[in-house]
Each structure stands twice: as structure tokens, then as C-alpha cells.
């Protein structure tokens, strides 16, 4: 458990999402764990966006080293989703961002192996599970992006 807190957070940072609002608190068990709110996941969108897209430019150019690692870093980009979403109780968001990192890992998996087909389905597969999480929880800004939708979250 520590491991996969410290690479969440190791991930979020790295991603250039660490917010200022967000509070460190403590688990039960002594484990550091840090507090991510909206502006945390709207970082973490602003970057899997982009990184979706060239991972998918990269596919159809074949472009399966480049494409593996975007997918690697998609996967450690939803699993800061995943985080936020077990904050805020809301497990049917935790399983879409879980099934998104799991695709994105199966994308980084076949693209690193040079199999552009395999790792296109898995990336459609983590597209699926993205569209699945909008339609439920974010709706857009009037301006081009997307927020999340007012009454979801109840902290």
C-alpha cells in the first residue's frame, strides 16, 4: 500500500499537479496520504488529453516506442484519477479510472512489444472507459474544456 501511495504521488507531482490546496493527512495505519481536489484532477485531465492524443497519432504512425510511452504515462496519470475518485467515495468512478489505467498499461505492454494493433484496441478500451467516466461525472465549461459536474462531489 505505501508503494503504490508513494508512486501516486510520485505521479502527481511529476505530472506538475501537486496543489497548493491539497492537504497531507494520515491513514489509520501511519501511512502519509495526500488530499487531491478538483483543481488536482483537472491538472491530471489537462494532461492525459494531450497524452491520448499522441498516443493515438503515435499508433497510426506506428510509432510504437513513442506510443508505449505515453501510455505508460497515461497509466500513471489515471491512477492519480483513481486516488481522487476513492477520496471523494464515488467507487463506480474508481473502477472507470482502474479500468482506464489497466488499458493504458495493456497499450504500453503491446506498443513496447511492437504490436500496433493490440495496443490500438487497448488504447479504443481506454477511451471507452474515459467516455463512460464523462458521461457520468463531468460536463463541459462553455469554453472548450470540461468540469466536473456541480452536486458530485460532497466531501
Known sequence: MRYWIAACVVALASA???????????TGKGEAQTSLDAPDLEQLMKKIG????????NLQDNGT??????????????????KFWEQHKKPDAVKLAGQARTAA????????AGDATKAAAAAENMGGACKQCHGTY?????????????GVLTR
Do not use: H, M
Not at 494531450?50 to 497519432?57: A, E
Not at 463531468?138 to 456541480?150: A, F, L
Open 16 to 26: 506538475g499537479c501537486a496543489n497548493k490546496n491539497a492537504v497531507e493527512t494520515t
Open 105 to 112: 498499461t495493456e497499450t504500453a505492454g503491446a506498443a513496447a
Open 65 to 82: 516506442d513513442a506510443a508505449a510511452k505515453d501510455a505508460q504515462q497515461l497509466g500513471d496519470l489515471f491512477g492519480g484519477v483513481e
Open 50 to 57: 494531450p497524452t491520448y492524443q499522441s498516443l493515438r497519432k
Open 138 to 150: 463531468r460536463e463541459s465549461d462553455g469554453q472548450g474544456g470540461y468540469r466536473i459536474k456541480p
